[in-house]
């Protein structure tokens, strides 16, 4: 079964060339797929396509088998679908509390809600002690922090993350991994991670797809991926 | 010093009804990031609708109620069929609709029921209670504080205690985020501009018996001396529109009791040339927020 099915998309801003060209891409249930590709290959703009921030010029995006098309960015993700966007997104004039019930509010009512809030701390600790600092005075790290627990607090069938690794020191990057990596061996998640971080990527994938001028390059398991100096060396610059 | 403790009371009142109207502005600023000009134009065409039905039924209170109901939906019959049309790359053609709609409303309003002060009977008396010999503040002055400090406070509580509070927060900081957390912004921009369109209805159907009657223009001085109010405040805060705006409203009144009625307007511009000089994001702008 298909969490995700991309079908022969087509994405492009004005009346420009397209920067996702026919793409298709299919994601099982449970895979955990890495995004990779410079910058400029059209990762972002893939991302905020399936999530229906930038309208598609052609093609469909299907979650669970159900076509997404012509649904607002509200109804995708009240049918599953979750983005960490880049630049880690948290609402920095609101707290820390409020962002993570913000992700918890379509999803869960009442008591529930306090309750995945509570979860949330759980899973990561360094934001139950900052629960009522405001968003701008965190650091990076406890924003993706944020960003990530607030995403997955609404329990999404499919997480897409845009570069979660993007500024962060190495340590906090693999943290963070580790905690995407357990999430979705524990809930069968479906992940669609987009990263420039090749290395750390294919260390929490279990495929990688390589993507060039907005079209799919090369389609393997993560570790032959990794093994494959020449396609590293052509398309994702080292 | 009789006199000051009665124009420090009337000055309260009046200010009430300033942070009011201010803090209606504060909310579409910061549910739409639009100042609407039109304010005081949809907020007269509620008090008209409050006039009439307190005519019809005799009640003031029904009058009331269905001002503020007339408020909030004349809010969001203008957000959907005029604002949410017009292209958003810059504020200019949302301020430019909405002087058209001052317009509009002003002249409708002028044809249909005549340009003529008709005079708002308070539902309390306006002659000042007496307190050892010293006029303090009328019942109907009293009824004005009361009323502007509940709905003010009932509206904090809305937007810092409830769940559809944190909806509009969120959406107004940040809509794409709040997109992708599943929150239906545009019907939080609908609910924006109906709340803060009702508390400007709330704000004059409170002002108007205090003048001299409901005409289209009664309300423009108030819109000016508001939007004062929230620029001194800093859009952004409605702590800002609460504070600035009692403050101008005593300011107002002092100088209109110890200097003259023509004064007062001076007095406003004069704070407000002050606050912009030397704190021009305003007196309860927030620091700019670290980004990223």
């Known amino acids: 079964m298909s969490a995700l099915t991309v079908d022969r998309l087509t994405v492009g801003y004005g009346d420009g060339a397209p920067v996702v060209a026919d793409l298709s891409l299919d994601l099982p249930d449970g895979a955990v797929l890495a995004l990779l590709g410079a910058n400029g290959a059209g990762k972002t703009t893939l991302l905020r396509a399936l999530t229906g921030l930038v309208p598609a010029r052609g093609g469909r995006v299907l979650l669970d088998g159900r076509d997404l098309t012509g649904l607002s960015t509200e109804d995708r993700v009240r049918r599953g679908l979750a983005l960490v966007p880049e630049g880690r997104s948290v609402v920095v004039e609101l707290t820390v509390e409020e962002n993570l019930r913000l992700g918890a509010l379509w999803r869960h009512r009442g008591p529930a809600r306090a309750r995945a809030v509570a979860a949330a701390y759980e899973l990561f600790e360094p934001l139950a002690r900052r629960r009522h600092a405001a968003g701008h005075t965190l650091s990076g790290g406890e924003r993706q922090m944020l960003a990530l627990a607030r995403a997955l607090i609404a329990e999404p069938a499919v997480l897409l993350l845009d570069e979660p690794s993007l500024g962060l020191a190495p340590l906090v990057v693999a943290q963070l991994l580790g905690v995407l990596r357990d999430t979705a061996e524990r809930t069968g998640l479906t992940v669609l991670l987009a990263e420039q971080n090749v290395t750390g990527a294919l260390s929490v994938a279990d495929r990688g797809v390589v993507l060039s001028l907005g079209a799919v390059v090369a389609d393997r398991p993560a570790a032959a991926l990794a093994a494959d100096p020449a396609l590293r060396h052509a398309y994702l610059g080292f | ?292």
């Open chain 2, 1 to 292: 010093m009789d006199r000051l403790v009665f124009l420090l009371a009337t000055g309260l009142a009046r200010g009430a009804v300033l942070a009011l109207f201010a803090l209606s502005l504060v909310i579409v600023w910061r549910a739409a990031r639009a100042v609407n000009f039109a304010q005081a134009a949809m907020a007269v065409c509620a008090v008209y609708i409050a006039f009439a039905l307190t005519a019809a039924s005799g009640s003031y209170w029904l009058g009331l109620a269905g001002g503020l109901a007339a408020g909030a939906a004349l809010g969001a019959a203008v957000e959907r069929g005029l604002m949410r049309r017009l292209p958003h790359l810059t504020p200019l053609p949302g301020m430019i609709c909405a002087i058209g709609l001052v317009m509009v409303l002003q002249s409708g309003l002028a044809i249909a029921f005549g340009p003529e002060h008709r005079p708002m009977r308070p539902p309390f008396s306006q002659s000042p209670f007496v307190i050892g010999g010293v006029p303090v503040l009328s019942p109907y002055d009293l009824f004005v504080l009361v009323t502007a400090a509940a709905v003010m406070g009932a509206l904090a509580l809305l937007f810092a205690g409830t769940s559809l509070g944190l909806r509009l927060r969120a959406a107004a900081f940040a809509p794409e985020t709040s997109r992708l957390l599943g929150v239906r912004v545009p019907r939080m921009v609908t609910i924006g501009w109906a709340l803060s369109v009702a508390a400007a209805a709330l704000a004059a159907i409170l002002l108007v018996p205090t003048e001299l009657g409901l005409n289209p223009h009664a309300a423009d001085l108030l819109f000016v001396n508001a939007f004062a109010v929230a620029v001194i405040g800093g859009l952004d805060s409605p702590a800002g529109a609460l504070a600035a705006g009692l403050g101008v409203g005593v300011l107002v009144s002092l100088t209109t009791g110890y200097v003259s009625a023509s004064a007062a307007p001076l007095a406003v511009l004069a704070l407000l040339t002050a606050v912009l000089l030397l704190r021009p994001g305003g007196l309860f702008a927030a620091r700019e927020a670290r980004r990223a």
